[in-house]
């Protein structure tokens, strides 16, 4: 793709009189200025903002990305060959830096299990293209956030919204990958098109895979270091118990559909040098000695991640050994917090929430709608798909404490005040 037509954007703007911003500076800006962003300080990550400091919020997790993203890019830059990073495509901190910032954005309220739920909901209901948080976020920042009265979205260059295409296609119904994440509704297929020309059919631009490695490495370890804090993930036992170490193996080979008798000695090695530089040996017991062990050694981890990944003449290149053992990481949080029940009941209540929010605003008046969604809801008539997106849109323009009230009030649970919108 050419240099200035990475810098395109799909509605005509007129020239800024800044001399001191890039185009791809002033996208990074309008990412980190939008309402979208501001609400994922009280979106979930993995368990609610309720819990404390202690956790992640989405908000937070982001800006890890976007840091881990940024200065991989720097790096990247100084040890490769221009010309072989203009070959694919190019590589600009600043819109790896923007895409990591952004590709959260239209998470939905209580995380991923709120994502499944609405894709069901939605498809059931009959819209084709149902719900996805990926295809979300590049609606946001395409059509739902605003900058400006003479278009709709961020405007952002071609090369930065490529950048957000982690999936760089449309929903399909063969039932294969595509049918289960994708990266674009069909309702923005135009500015889709726009986004991905000049590259290679389902493939991923060089910032897009940066930014998806980038996230895998923050939440990869800093949910390693949360519920160690929260005395979640046994660290000290993964570190002397041989089994719990297999206890866990076993789960996390599993979950992997890993069965090959070859792969599975490889992540059983990665694990085992894992379980063995483990510094801590003993639960959290909140002493500034344990907090400084913990941190050095997500610190560790970090540098160790970040260091393995290069870029040859097939784009971004990861040792194979870090690929496994951010697997292992992740798998870490599956097996002591995704599967552990007092999780399970609390996602239950959370999915009641979404659940009856869809339902009555299906079906409910253009004036039980927000402001800024009541113009579109009364626009919807007999239109059921429209009708259904409009809904999707709102509900993942809440936060989870709206969320929360909203059905508190709708449902009659509390019926707080007439002054409150």
């Known amino acids: 793709m050419a240099p200035d037509s990475r810098s395109q954007r799909f509605y005509s703007e007129k020239n800024s009189s800044e001399s001191h911003r890039t185009?791809?500076?002033?996208?990074?800006?309008?990412i980190l200025y939008s309402g979208y962003f501001r609400r994922l300080a009280v979106i979930t990550q993995v368990v609610s903002p309720e819990e404390g400091f202690w956790v992640h919020n989405r908000l937070t997790h982001v800006l890890k990305v976007a840091q881990i993203g940024r200065r991989i890019a720097e790096r990247l830059c100084v040890k490769t060959e221009p010309e072989l990073?203009?070959?694919?495509?190019?590589?600009d901190p600043d819109v790896v830096e923007t895409a990591c910032l952004a590709h959260d954005l239209g998470h939905p309220p209580f995380g991923h299990v709120a994502e499944e739920l609405l894709d069901k909901l939605a498809s059931a209901s009959g819209l084709a293209d149902g719900f996805e948080g990926n295809a979300q976020s590049f609606r946001v920042v395409t059509v739902l956030e605003r900058k400006s009265k003479l278009y709709s979205g961020?405007?952002?260059?071609?090369?930065?919204?490529?950048?957000?295409?982690?999936?760089?296609?449309?929903?399909?119904?063969?039932?294969?990958?595509?049918?289960?994440?994708?990266?674009?509704?069909?309702?923005?297929?135009?500015?889709?098109d726009f986004a991905r020309k000049g590259s290679a059919p389902n493939e991923k631009s060089l910032e897009a895979d940066l930014m998806d490695w980038s996230d895998d490495i923050a939440y990869s370890v800093?949910?390693?270091?949360?519920?160690?804090?929260?005395?979640?993930?046994?660290?000290h036992r993964l570190l002397r118990e041989e089994e719990e170490q297999n206890r866990f193996l076993s789960g996390a080979m599993r979950?992997?559909?890993i069965h090959d008798e070859g792969v599975?000695?490889?992540?059983?090695?990665?694990?085992?040098?894992?379980?063995?530089?483990?510094?801590?040996?003993?639960?959290?017991s909140g002493s500034p000695r344990d907090l400084a062990g913990i941190r050095s050694y997500s610190s560790f981890l970090f540098g160790k991640l970040i260091r393995a990944t290069r870029i040859d003449s097939c784009g971004l290149?990861?040792?194979?050994?870090?690929?496994?053992?951010?697997?292992?990481?992740?798998?870490?949080?599956?097996?002591?917090?995704?599967?552990?029940?007092?999780l399970a009941i609390q996602q239950e209540g959370q999915k009641e929430i979404i659940r009856t929010l869809y339902d009555i605003y299906r079906e409910a008046p253009s004036k039980l709608f927000p402001p800024e969604f009541r113009e579109r809801a009364e626009e919807t008539k007999?239109?059921?798909?429209?009708?259904?997106?409009?809904v999707l849109d709102m509900i993942c323009s809440l936060t989870e404490q709206q969320c929360s009230s909203l059905f508190r009030r709708l449902t009659g649970v509390a019926l707080g005040s007439f002054s409150q919108r």
């Open 85 to 91: 990073l203009q070959c694919l495509g190019g590589l």
């Open 23 to 30: 185009c791809f500076q002033r996208d990074r800006d309008r």
């Open 255 to 257: 979950r992997l559909h």
């Open 317 to 342: 290149s990861i040792e194979e050994k870090e690929r496994r053992l951010v697997n292992i990481l992740k798998q870490l949080t599956w097996h002591y917090v995704i599967e552990d029940e007092s």
């Open 264 to 284: 599975l000695k490889l992540y059983r090695e990665t694990a085992r040098e894992f379980f063995g530089s483990i510094p801590v040996t003993d639960s959290f």
């Open 154 to 192: 961020l405007n952002l260059t071609r090369a930065s919204l490529n950048a957000i295409l982690k999936y760089p296609w449309h929903r399909s119904t063969d039932g294969g990958k595509k049918s289960r994440k994708w990266g674009a509704y069909h309702s923005e297929e135009a500015i889709f």
């Open 382 to 390: 007999g239109d059921k798909d429209q009708r259904i997106r409009v």
């Open 222 to 235: 800093h949910d390693l270091e949360d519920f160690y804090l929260l005395r979640k993930i046994p660290l």
